[in-house]
């Protein structure tokens, strides 16, 4: 229940329980970024590797040319996985779900407003300079 559009009356406890949410949701993004550096740092490092592949047979080393090209260029990052495979397995399981729990959770109890401890900060600092104001022109 909202008394203003932007300050919804919530307790402390599910305030604090919503920010901790949104922060969490917050780092699950800094997260996906970090996963996605991940993939694509490693794409430019298979990109080297393939270069070295070429440069190996110039320089008449085809075993060696050979084993990077069958065994380690094909090979997956993590378990078998590529990067892409990754990246998509957390973008569409994890971070959907955990998003959509948030959202549902700051639907409920705040109607869907978000950075709700942020609203109730801004709230008390211009009731605050309101209050500092009004006690200035009294004087």
């Known amino acids: 229940m909202t008394t203003d559009s932007d300050d919804p009356e919530l307790s402390d ?8 949410m949104q922060l969490g949701i917050e780092y699950v993004h800094r997260a996906y970024g970090s996963l ?3 993939h694509h740092q490693l794409g430019h490092a298979m990109d080297r590797m393939a270069d070295a592949e070429d440069e190996l047979q110039t320089a008449g080393h085809d075993e060696w040319a050979d084993a990077l090209r069958n065994e380690h260029l094909p090979a997956g990052a993590v378990s078998d996985q590529w990067t892409f495979e990754l990246v998509e397995e957390f973008s569409t399981g994890f971070m959907d779900d955990i998003v959509a729990f948030e959202a549902e959770a700051r ?4 109607d869907g407003l978000d950075h709700v401890t942020e609203r109730q900060h801004k709230r008390r600092l211009r009731e605050r300079a ?10």
């Open 13 to 20: 406890a599910e305030a604090d329980a919503l920010h901790e």
């Open 36 to 38: 996605l550096a991940f």
């Open 107 to 110: 639907e409920e109890l705040a």
């Open 130 to 139: 309101d209050g500092d104001e009004a006690s200035a022109t009294e004087n």
